[in-house]
């Protein structure tokens, strides 16, 4: 089972800024919080991934709580192209282990 | 930007027949998985293969399923007698210690 809570769907205005939340109350101290993202049918992109610090890419921005149990990923500016379902998984740190997919949050981006 | 290659794009079968779906890794990767999403439904992992063997293996990855890297760099994999629910997007993915990329994956439809 998928050990991260998302809402199942969010609106985000076109320019603004979509913060997307996830619970992962039972992360464990070796855990990643990865996040993904499926455009259509596509295959999941990679986005952004942290253990304990904030983290920033050209793509999007983590925040981690201080306790871990939950994060936030943040798309600055929201583009028509972001609208896709976003995944919040978290993975053991030893490479080789599998993704666990959930439901994810399915973010509409609107002119 | 590397990326992994899966061919066919889609692939239509008779019911009872074997299909063997291909995939190019990037190139410095060590670690492969094949994955699946049945239309409307999650991304559901299968199999993840590391130093020429199978590493995990999930419930869905049963006798019917195997996989192989034939020439040290194409991953495939093969499914023996298809049957109507294995109708789904495959996706191959490869990858490094800290995550890994998906390719635009495979449409297998069983008829």
């Known amino acids: 089972d998928a050990k991260t809570t998302q809402p199942t769907s969010m609106d985000c205005a076109e320019g603004r800024a979509a913060n997307l939340p996830c619970n992962h109350s039972?992360?464990?101290?070796?855990?990643?919080v990865y996040w993904y993202r499926q455009i259509h049918s596509q295959g999941p992109q990679y986005i952004i991934h942290g253990l304990k610090n904030n983290e920033t890419n050209e793509m999007a921005s983590l925040i981690i709580t201080e306790d871990r149990k939950s994060s936030t990923l943040i798309l600055p500016h929201a583009t028509l192209r972001d609208t896709a379902v976003y995944y919040c998984?978290?993975?053991?740190?030893?490479?080789?282990?599998?993704?666990?997919f959930g439901g994810g949050t399915r973010l509409m981006v609107k002119p | 930007e590397p990326e992994v290659t899966q061919t066919p794009s889609h692939q239509v079968t008779q019911m009872g027949q074997e299909v063997i779906l291909r995939c190019v890794p990037i190139s410095n990767h060590l670690y492969f998985y094949w994955y699946r999403q049945i239309l409307g439904q999650k991304v559901e992992f299968l199999v993840s293969f590391y130093n020429n063997e199978i590493s995990e293996k999930s419930e869905i990855f049963d006798d019917q399923f195997s996989v192989e890297r034939p020439d040290g760099s194409n991953f495939t994999l093969k499914i023996r007698s298809t049957k109507l629910e294995d109708s789904a997007m495959y996706f191959c993915?490869?990858?490094?210690?800290?995550?890994?990329?998906f390719g635009s994956g495979t449409r297998l439809t069983v008829v």
């Open positions: 998984i978290v993975r053991d740190g030893n490479a080789g282990n599998m993704l666990t």
């Open positions: 039972t992360i464990s101290g070796n855990e990643y």
């Open positions: 993915a490869s990858g490094t210690l800290y995550g890994y990329t």
